[in-house]
């Protein structure tokens, strides 16, 4: 079965035919790399070359960049804003070379394409540091609707760009904004700044019948109602050490697709740890719009050889979820 088409089954809450499939979300940090390579990992592989290599499914991901190198950060006020904005949204742009092999290997039913853009909680950030962000909802409020507002128009150029040609086969907001005890704002600031700018992205990918998921980063609980009132269609990575629990959220929003919640600290305890892992999230893969992968990036501290037993339970679990929804 063609990789796209296990994602789209899975996304649906559709039966997997063979398995589901087999995905790394997040890309590795550059120091597990590095530890990989002396372990015997080739030094030329790219990502998709280091995931072919592991026995991962193919992704092809593109993120827009929002702002040229040369914008000094962060930004005070109002009139550095405007100072800015001339490098801080460029044209959309995807490299034709990486483009053209995304599209092939897709066709070749190896691989997905997915994009991701900067969500309206994360470029305010940017722009401004974390804690004059947190502040600017009260302190600059006109300045922080100017960001969200100019971000939304730049998201909506980059999508549509996508779409109205060789349309992603999901997209994903990168806002971080959960932490380990849940949401950085208030349901009253998500529905004042972010829920506006949330409703247009979902809208256009809706008529492109593309599925929009959120990289929440932490615990999204709280915040999931809001999110699938906006038209999100998912969240990831729902980190274990944050204290998740896909049994709950799967009962609570079973239109919901999530994406991730290994715990990426299993690795560090050795390969039996990890097949616990397996068996834990067993039943919420069974029961569809889940895909296990990592909860985060992985640990430097984890062997390749370690990984490599990771691929190899994923595999193995992809295919009994499909098998037990096939049986009955």
Not at 4 to 15: I, K, L, N, P, Q
Not at 65 to 72: I, K, L, M, Y
Not at 255 to 279: C, I, P, S, T
Request: proline share 8%; charged share 25%.
């Amino acid at each position: 079965m063609p990789v796209s088409e296990r994602f789209r089954r899975v996304f649906a809450g559709e039966r997997p035919i063979d398995r589901l499939p087999v995905f790394e979300w997040a890309t590795w940090w550059d120091l597990t790399l590095q530890a990989w390579r002396e372990q015997g990992l080739p030094p030329d592989a790219d990502a998709a070359g280091v995931k072919e290599l592991l026995g991962l499914d193919l992704d092809f991901q593109w993120w827009f960049p929002s702002f040229a190198a040369s914008v000094e950060l962060p930004i005070a006020s109002e009139a550095d804003y405007e100072s800015a904005l001339p490098a801080l949204y460029p044209d959309p742009w995807i490299d034709p070379a990486f483009l053209a092999r995304a599209l092939a290997e897709r066709r070749r039913g190896r691989a997905v394409f997915w994009v991701t853009v900067n969500g309206f909680f994360w470029w305010p950030r940017v722009l401004l540091g974390i804690e004059r962000h947190l502040f600017a909802f009260y302190d600059q409020p006109e300045l922080m609707r100017r960001m969200i507002h100019d971000q939304t128009e730049f998201a909506l150029r980059c999508l549509r760009l996508v779409c109205e040609t060789d349309p992603p086969d999901f997209v994903t907001l990168a806002e971080d904004m959960s932490y380990n005890h849940g949401p950085m704002l208030g349901r009253g600031l998500f529905e004042e700044f972010l829920a506006p700018a949330y409703r247009r992205v979902a809208s256009l990918l809706r008529r492109h019948r593309v599925p929009l998921l959120v990289d929440t980063d932490g615990d999204p609980t709280l915040m999931l109602p809001w999110l699938r009132e906006v038209g999100v269609d998912g969240v990831l990575p729902l980190e274990r050490q944050a204290g998740c629990d896909i049994d709950r959220l799967q009962a609570d929003h079973p239109d919901l697709v999530f994406v991730g919640h290994f715990d990426k600290m299993a690795l560090r305890r050795g390969l039996r740890e990890a097949e616990e892992e397996f068996r834990r999230l067993l039943p919420a893969m069974r029961r569809g719009r889940f895909l296990p992968s990592m909860d985060h990036q992985t640990p430097p501290d984890v062997p390749l050889d370690t990984y490599r037993g990771y691929v190899s339970l994923l595999h193995e679990y992809a295919s009994k979820a499909a098998e037990r929804r096939s049986s009955g």
